[in-house]
């Protein structure tokens, strides 16, 4: 078929189909820039365009009107949330700095949470409101299986999109991504990624001015190796007959203008 050439299908075929060309050669033709490296292709897949008849053709303009209403429709719509989102543009600008957020999502992710982060006490509050919490453990036997916690299912629905999205990314989320899905599924690796992104995105709406900044793909290793002259040093100094507490250094307190790292 056609839709299975990734970039050469368009609006040209399906209209010079309408209008009555049949030649699978002259059709092939129309593909357009790196679509042209696949005209043989395009030919085989085009064989057999004698047998589209005038019904065809008339059902086929019908889906096409029907897809340009529904596109102006959209193309309306979206003036009218670029308006009404106008006075929250650095919020937008904020989360739409993440892995995997696009203008869309950040658009569609305030619709639901709004600006105000005063309402969510931490990110991890907001996760749980977004149906990103991971499940409470309990010990004993559990009757039927655990059920993934219920919340707001239009930013869940958003989060498994941009979860997937960032998993795709060169970092520290899509590292994140890619080890959960290894270990337990692409599902839970979703869930995980979703409740660090709501996390990072309470910070980030919560701190006008900041932007997200990357921790790096590497970051998991880099935690490895300083665990590893962590775990060296406490052992030299304990053979030398020290007891030894680790305290980590708090990092400072943001100041609205400075980088937003992942949660």
Same mark, same amino acid.
């Given at each position: 078929?056609?839709?299975? %050439?990734?970039?050469? &299908?368009?609006?040209?075929?399906?209209?010079?189909?309408?209008? +009555?060309?049949?030649? $699978?050669k002259a059709l092939a033709q129309l593909a357009r820039t790196r679509a042209r490296r696949k005209i043989s292709q395009l030919e085989e897949a085009l064989e057999g365009a004698e047998?589209?008849?005038?019904?065809?053709?008339? @059902?086929?303009?019908?889906? %096409? !009107?029907?897809?340009?209403?529904?596109?102006?429709?959209?193309?309306?719509?979206?003036?009218?949330? =670029?308006?009404? %989102?106008? $006075?929250?543009?650095?919020?937008?600008?904020?989360?739409? /700095?993440?892995?995997?957020?696009?203008?869309?999502?950040?658009?569609?992710?305030?619709?639901?949470?709004?600006?105000?982060? /005063?309402?969510?006490?931490?990110? *991890?509050? @907001?996760? /749980?409101? #977004?149906?990103?919490?991971? %499940?409470?453990?309990?010990?004993?036997?559990?009757? #039927?299986?655990?059920?993934?916690?219920? +919340?707001?299912?239009?930013?869940? #629905?958003?989060? *498994? =999109?941009?979860?997937?999205?960032? +998993?795709? &990314?060169?970092?520290? !989320?899509?590292?994140?991504?890619?080890? @959960?899905?290894?270990?337990? *599924?692409? @599902?839970?690796?979703?869930?995980?990624?979703?409740?660090?992104?709501?996390?990072?995105?309470?910070?980030?709406? /919560?701190?006008?001015?900041?932007?997200y900044q990357d921790l790096g793909p590497d970051y998991y290793e880099r935690q490895r190796d300083v665990r590893r002259q962590i775990a060296h040093h406490v052992g030299k100094l304990?053979?030398? *007959?020290? !007891?030894?507490?680790?305290?980590?250094?708090?990092? $400072? !307190? $943001?100041? #609205?203008?400075?980088?937003?790292?992942?949660?």
């Amino acid at each position: 078929m056609v839709s299975e %050439l990734h970039g050469v &299908t368009g609006r040209d075929i399906m209209d010079h189909l309408i209008a +009555g060309v049949r030649d $699978p050669k002259a059709l092939a033709q129309l593909a357009r820039t790196r679509a042209r490296r696949k005209i043989s292709q395009l030919e085989e897949a085009l064989e057999g365009a004698e047998f589209f008849t005038a019904e065809h053709a008339a @059902l086929l303009k019908v889906m %096409l !009107e029907r897809i340009d209403r529904v596109t102006e429709e959209i193309a309306r719509l979206s003036e009218v949330i =670029e308006r009404l %989102l106008a $006075p929250y543009e650095e919020q937008v600008a904020q989360a739409e /700095s993440m892995p995997g957020w696009g203008h869309r999502a950040a658009q569609d992710a305030i619709a639901e949470t709004g600006v105000d982060m /005063s309402r969510f006490r931490t990110g *991890g509050h @907001l996760a /749980s409101w #977004g149906g990103r919490a991971p %499940l409470d453990h309990q010990s004993g036997t559990r009757k #039927g299986r655990a059920r993934a916690k219920k +919340g707001n299912r239009y930013l869940a #629905g958003l989060l *498994g =999109e941009t979860a997937v999205a960032a +998993g795709r &990314t060169q970092t520290r !989320e899509g590292a994140r991504y890619r080890r @959960l899905a290894r270990r337990r *599924g692409k @599902l839970k690796a979703q869930v995980a990624l979703g409740n660090t992104q709501l996390k990072v995105y309470h910070k980030l709406l /919560s701190n006008p001015g900041m932007r997200y900044q990357d921790l790096g793909p590497d970051y998991y290793e880099r935690q490895r190796d300083v665990r590893r002259q962590i775990a060296h040093h406490v052992g030299k100094l304990g053979n030398l *007959g020290f !007891e030894v507490t680790l305290c980590r250094i708090p990092e $400072p !307190e $943001p100041d #609205g203008t400075g980088p937003a790292k992942a949660a």
